[in-house]
C-alpha cells in the first residue's frame, strides 16, 4: 500500500510542476508541458480533456483543475485503466507560484475517482508505473530549491463519490469499494501534526480465496490520528468504525518501515446491543432490517499486535459473544431465538498454522427447532487438527414462518443432521481410519423450493459419513421438468474444505427426463440494438454478458449417465448413456451414445474453463444416419455456413471433430470454430435452392430444378470463420458433377461446379451454337466434334441468398461458342508446345544439377547450425535446472515459516527463476543466430550457383 501511496504522490507532483513550468495565461502550452512530462516519467498513458487555471475559485489562492484525468496501462496491463477521475481541483499559495520559491499545494478536492489496483500471479501491479528517475526521486523529497518544484503544505484533502477495487491474485484476494467520500484535514509541514479524517462508503465486499467473507457493507470511520512523519507513525485513539449497524472503537498505532508495517492497535464492540450484528447478515439487513424486532447482547473484543512485512505477520487475537439472541419480523408469527454464540480466533506468534479457531458454543431455535453447532481447529497448515459436533431437526415450512420471503416463495421439507468428526486431517491422507472419527449422517426428506423461476423437490437425499469416505446412498432430486437419481462415494471431503484439496468422487446418475432448455440460466444481452451490434454478430464477434458455466476447480468426479429422454435447444434425446469425468475444470465426455435426430450420435470431448481464459469446447461426434435437415436446424454452425443443407431432405452419416471458445450464453463463438470431418450421402433431395434453380434456368435444363444427390462423400474443413468442401464427386440426376469451394460467416460463397451435362440436355439455343461451332471449326481443317456430353463450368460467387453465376452459357450463347474456338485453338498450338517442350527439357536439367548442388550445400549447414543450436541448448537447459534448483530451495526455506513467508519465498524465486532463465534465453538466442548465419551463408552460395546455371539455360533456349 506503501508503494502505491507513493506512486500517486509522485503523479500528483509531476502535474503540479509540469503545469506551473509556464505562466497561468498560456493554458495550451500547459496542457501539452504536463502531458509530455507525466507520460515521460511513468510506464502508462495520462491523459486528460482539459486544464483550468483560475485566481477567482479559491481566492487568494491559485486553482488548478484538471478535467477527465486517466492513466491506462500498458504491457500486461494493456487497456486496463488504473486511475480515472471526473474531475480534479488543486489549490495552491499564489505567492509561492508568482515568486521563485517552492511552489505550496494546500488543498485538493478529487470528484469521482475510479481506481483498479491489479496484481497479477507472478507478483507484476498495474500501479508500479513510475521510472526509476532520479529527477522524480528529487521531486518528491527536495521541497527547499527554486522554481518549477512543489512544496506539500496540505491542510484539506476531499473525495468525492470514489470507487476502489484491489484485485491480487498473488494471495488471491479481491476487495471492491463504492460510494467513497473522504475528508482528511490538518497541516501537514509540520513533523509531527493532528489529522482530522472522515471517511464513508457505501457499500463494500471482500472475497478471499474464493470465499466471500464481506458482502455489501457500509463503512462509517471517524478517525483522528496523531502523525509523526519523521517515523511514519500513526497513532489514534478513541476512533470509531461503523460496519452497518456495528460501531467498532479502536486504540493504538501504526507505522509504515522500510519493508512492511508495524502495529499494536485493540478493538471492541461499542455498544453490546444484538440487532447491529444481525446488520452483518446481507439476507436480514437487505430485507426490511428497520421493523425486525431484536434481543440480546453482542460483544467483540480483539487485538493485532506486531510487525507485517513480506516474511511475517502479527499476532491476533478475536473474541466474539452472542447471549439470549432472538429477533423477528413483527408480520411472521414465529421468531429464531436462544442464539447463543461463543467464538475465539487466537494467533500468538503470527504464524499461519499458530492460528486456533475455537467456536465453543454456537446454537439457535427456528421456531422452536433447536440447533446445535461447535467447532475447534488448530495447526490448519501442517496438519489440521479438527474437532466438531452438529446436530438438529429444522421443519423448513417453519423457515418461512420467521423470515419474510417472496410471495412467490415457497419453502417445505425436513433437514435432520446428525454429525461427529474429531482427530488430525493427516491419518485420512495417510489411510489410518481408526485414528479419525467421523460418524453421523445429513439427511433430506420431501424438501421443495418453489420461486418464480424454479421448482427443486428433493423427495429423499442421505449423505452417511466415515472416516474413509461419505457415502450418498441415494438422492432423488427433481428440478422443474427434470429428474435425478444419484448414488456413490465421495472422498477427501475434509481435505476439500480445510487444506485445498482435491475431492473425488464415482457417482452413478440416472435421470428419466433432463429438460436442458429450462435447467440453463436465462441468458440477457445487454447490448444495444444497434448497427453496429448487428454487424457484429453477423460477423461471428462475441457480444455477451454475463458468464458461461464454470467447472469448480479441485473436483475429480467419475459419473455414469444414463438418460432416458433429453430436450436440449430443439434436438430431442432418448437412450443416453455414458462417462462423464469433472477434472481440473474440465468436463470430459467418455463414449457417450444416443439415439437423436432420427438417428444415432456418439460423442467424445471435454468442455474447459481454465481461469482468466474463455470456456473452449472440443468435442468428436460421429452421427449416423440422421436426418440433415435436423442437423442444420441444431447445429448453428452448419445452419450458419452451410443453410442450404436446411433446404435438404434425406439421412447422412457425418464424422467430424470440432472446437471453439463458448459464450456466456453457452453458444460457440463462431469467429473460433475449427472443424472437419465427412458426410457420406445415400440419397439427398433439395427444395426451393435459388442457386441450383438459377442454375437450371441459365442452360435450360430442367433436371437442375430440385435435383437429388445420392452417393456422395463430402468432407468439409471449419477455420477462420469459413466452411471449406473439398472438391467431391456426385450425381445430379443421373449428371456426373463436382462441386468444391467455400462459405464465409458473413454468407459469401465462391464455389466452383462442373457438370457433364448431355447434348440431350441443352435447349434448343445452346444445341445450334454447337453446330455453328463444328462447322466453322472444319473451315480451319481441324477435324473436331464435341462429344455426347459437354462439360460446364460455373462459378459460384455472391451471397447465399444472391448468389452471382458464371458459366460457359452463362449470358449470350456466343459466349460458349468463343470458349470452343479456344478449344480448337489449344489443339493447333500443341503441336508447337511440343517442340519447345525439348528444349525446356534440357534447360531445366542444367537448373536441376545446380538446385541439388544447392540444396547439399544448405544441408550440410544446416547439420553444422543443428549441432550450434544443440549445445546452445543443452548450456540453457543447465542454466535452467540450476535456476529451478536455486528456486526451490528458496521456497524449501521457507516451508514452515508460514503463508506469508511462503509468498515471499515464491515471489523471490520467481525472480530468481525469470533472471536465470532470462540468461539462458540469451545462450539459445546466440546459438540461433550463430547457426542462422551459417545457413544464410550457405544459401548465399546455393543461390549464386541457381543465377549462373539460369545464364546458361537461357542461351540454350534463345
Keep these: 500500500m506503501k508503494r502505491i501511496l507513493i506512486t500517486l504522490l509522485i503523479i500528483l507532483i509531476l502535474f503540479g510542476g509540469a503545469a506551473i513550468i509556464l505562466p497561468a495565461i498560456y493554458k495550451d502550452d500547459i496542457m ?43 504491457g500486461d496491463f494493456d487497456s486496463d485503466t488504473l486511475l480515472s477521475v471526473s474531475r480534479m481541483n488543486t489549490t495552491l499559495d499564489l505567492v509561492s507560484v508568482l515568486k521563485e520559491e517552492p511552489i505550496q499545494v494546500i488543498g ?53 463519490n470514489g470507487n476502489l477495487i484491489y484485485d491480487d491474485a498473488t494471495i488471491p484476494y479481491f476487495m471492491e469499494i463504492n460510494g467513497i467520500e473522504h475528508e482528511l484535514r490538518g497541516d501537514l509541514t509540520q513533523s509531527r501534526t493532528l489529522l482530522q479524517t472522515f471517511t464513508k462508503a457505501e457499500k463494500a465486499r471482500v472475497v478471499y ?71 452483518l447478515i446481507p439476507a436480514i439487513y437487505q430485507k426490511d432490517f428497520e421493523t425486525v424486532e431484536a434481543s440480546g447482547n453482542f460483544e467483540m473484543i480483539g487485538f493485532v499486535r506486531g510487525k507485517y512485512s513480506e516474511e511475517e505477520i502479527p499476532a491476533y487475537h478475536t473474541e466474539m459473544k452472542v447471549s439470549g439472541g432472538a429477533f423477528s419480523y413483527p408480520a411472521l408469527p414465529d ?29 439457535f431455535a427456528v421456531a422452536g427447532n433447536p440447533f446445535e453447532i461447535n467447532f475447534f481447529l488448530e495447526t490448519p497448515v501442517s496438519d489440521p487438527y479438527i474437532e466438531s459436533e452438529m446436530s438438529g431437526n429444522i421443519d423448513l415450512l417453519n423457515v418461512m414462518r420467521v423470515y419474510p420471503f417472496s410471495p412467490e416463495v415457497d419453502i417445505r421439507g425436513e433437514l435432520d443432521v446428525n454429525l461427529q468428526l474429531k482427530g488430525n486431517l493427516s491419518s485420512l491422507e495417510k489411510e489410518q481410519y481408526s485414528k479419525f472419527k467421523a460418524l453421523g449422517y445429513i439427511s433430506l426428506n420431501s424438501v421443495e423450493y418453489q420461486d418464480q423461476q424454479y421448482k427443486v423437490e428433493v423427495k429423499r437425499g442421505q449423505f452417511n459419513f466415515s472416516p474413509e469416505y461419505v457415502d450418498m ?82 473436483v475429480n468426479f467419475v459419473m455414469k449417465v444414463t438418460v432416458d429422454e433429453m430436450t436440449y435447444d430443439k434436438m430431442n434425446i432418448k437412450d443416453l448413456a455414458g462417462k462423464v469425468e469433472v477434472k481440473d475444470r474440465s468436463l470430459t465426455i467418455q463414449n457417450l451414445k444416443m439415439n437423436t435426430l432420427n438417428g444415432e450420435m456418439g460423442m467424445t470431448g471435454s468442455y474447459t474453463t481454465l481461469e482468466d481464459l474463455k470456456p473452449t469446447a472440443d468435442f468428436d461426434f460421429d452421427m449416423q444416419k440422421v436426418s440433415v435437415k435436423e442437423v442444420a436446424e441444431n447445429f448453428v454452425i452448419i445452419e450458419r455456413l452451410a443453410p442450404i443443407v436446411k433446404k435438404s431432405r434425406g439421412d447422412v452419416s457425418v464424422n467430424f471433430n470440432y472446437r471453439s471458445q463458448i459464450q456466456p450464453d453457452m453458444s460457440p463463438d463462431l469467429s473460433t470454430v475449427n472443424a472437419n470431418g465427412n458426410f457420406d450421402v445415400e440419397e439427398l433431395r433439395f427444395e426451393d435452392v435459388k442457386l441450383l434453380s438459377r442454375l437450371g434456368e441459365m442452360l435450360q ?94 462459378n459460384i460467387t455472391g451471397t447465399v441468398t444472391d448468389p452471382k453465376i458464371r458459366t460457359e452459357l452463362a449470358g449470350e450463347v456466343s459466349d460458349f461458342k468463343e470458349n470452343l474456338k479456344d478449344q480448337v485453338n489449344e489443339e493447333i498450338e500443341k503441336k508447337k508446345e511440343e517442340a519447345k517442350e525439348k528444349i525446356q527439357e534440357k534447360a531445366r536439367e542444367i537448373i536441376d544439377k545446380a538446385r541439388k548442388q544447392g540444396d547439399k550445400l544448405i544441408a ?26 536455486r528456486a526451490q530451495q528458496i521456497r524449501d526455506k521457507a516451508e514452515d515459516k508460514g503463508m506469508l513467508a511462503r509468498m515471499a519465498a515464491k515471489e523471490a524465486a520467481k525472480k530468481a527463476k525469470q533472471s536465470g532463465y532470462k540468461k539462458a534465453d540469451k545462450l539459445e538466442e546466440e546459438a540461433d543466430k550463430k547457426a542462422d548465419s551459417v545457413i544464410a551463408r550457405a544459401k548465399k552460395e546455393a543461390q549464386k550457383l541457381l543465377e549462373e546455371a539460369r545464364k546458361k539455360a537461357d542461351k540454350i533456349k534463345e
Excluded at 478529487?110 to 521531486?139: C, F, M, Q, R, W
Excluded at 457493507?217 to 502523525?227: C, N, S
Design 32 to 74: 501539452q508541458i504536463v502531458k509530455k512530462e507525466i507520460n515521460k516519467n511513468v510506464d502508462a498513458t495520462v491523459d486528460f480533456k482539459d486544464v483550468h487555471l483560475s485566481l477567482f475559485r479559491s481566492f487568494p489562492h491559485f486553482s488548478l483543475g484538471i478535467d477527465e484525468l486517466s492513466i491506462v496501462g500498458k
Design 108 to 160: 485538493m478536492d478529487v470528484n469521482k475517482p475510479d481506481i483498479h489496483i491489479k496484481v497479477l500471479e507472478n507478483g507484476k501491479a498495474n500501479y508500479d508505473i513510475v521510472e526509476e528517475d532520479d529527477t522524480v526521486s528529487s521531486a518528491t523529497t527536495d521541497t527547499t530549491s527554486t522554481s518549477g518544484e512543489m512544496k506539500i503544505v496540505l491542510q484539506k484533502v476531499t473525495i468525492n
Design 209 to 279: 480465496d474464493g470465499v466471500e467473507y464481506i458482502s455489501n457493507v457500509k463503512l462509517d470511520l471517524d478517525a483522528d490520528l496523531e502523525v509523526n512523519f519523521d517515523e511514519m507513525k500513526f497513532t489514534f485513539s478513541d476512533n470509531v468504525l461503523k460496519v452497518n449497524e456495528i460501531g467498532l472503537e479502536a486504540d493504538g498505532w501504526f507505522r509504515m518501515l522500510e519493508e512492511g508495517y508495524d502495529m499494536d492497535i485493540a478493538f471492541e464492540t461499542r455498544r453490546n446491543r444484538f440487532k447491529p450484528f444481525l446488520s
Design 335 to 363: 421468531k429464531i431465538e436462544d442464539i447463543n454464540v461463543n467464538l475465539t480466533i487466537d494467533n500468538k506468534t503470527g504464524q499461519i498454522d499458530d492460528v486456533v479457531v475455537d467456536a465453543s458454543r454456537f446454537k
Design 473 to 554: 446412498t441415494g438422492l432423488d432430486l427433481a428440478v422443474g421438468e427434470s429428474d435425478f437419481y444419484a448414488n456413490g462415494k465421495l472422498t477427501n471431503v475434509l481435505g476439500y474444505m480445510l487444506k485445498d484439496q482435491t475431492v473425488s468422487g464415482e457417482l452413478k446418475v440416472h435421470s428419466q427426463n433432463i429438460n436442458v432448455n429450462e435447467l440453463m440460466p436465462e441468458y440477457e444481452d445487454t447490448s444495444q440494438e444497434n448497427d453496429e451490434s448487428k454487424q457484429a454478430m453477423e460477423e461471428g464477434d462475441t457480444i455477451a454478458a454475463g458468464e458461461a458455466v464454470k467447472i469448480p476447480p479441485r
Design 701 to 794: 435444363i430442367e433436371e437442375l430444378d430440385n435435383p437429388g444427390v445420392k452417393n456422395a462423400g463430402i468432407s468439409f474443413e471449419i477455420r477462420d470463420g469459413n466452411l471449406y468442401v473439398k472438391p467431391f464427386d456426385m450425381k445430379f440426376n443421373g449428371m456426373k458433377a463436382t462441386l468444391g469451394g467455400k462459405t464465409n460467416l458473413n454468407q459469401s460463397i465462391d464455389y466452383q461446379l462442373q457438370i457433364d451435362i448431355p447434348r440431350n440436355k441443352f435447349g434448343k439455343k445452346a444445341n445450334k451454337a454447337l453446330e455453328d461451332i463444328v462447322g466453322e471449326v472444319s473451315k480451319l481443317g481441324v477435324d473436331f466434334k464435341p462429344g455426347e456430353v459437354i462439360p460446364v463450368k460455373a
Design 860 to 885: 550440410e549447414a544446416e547439420k553444422q547450425a543443428e549441432k550450434i543450436r544443440q549445445n546452445g541448448r543443452k548450456a540453457a537447459k543447465k542454466v535452467r535446472e540450476e535456476t529451478d534448483k
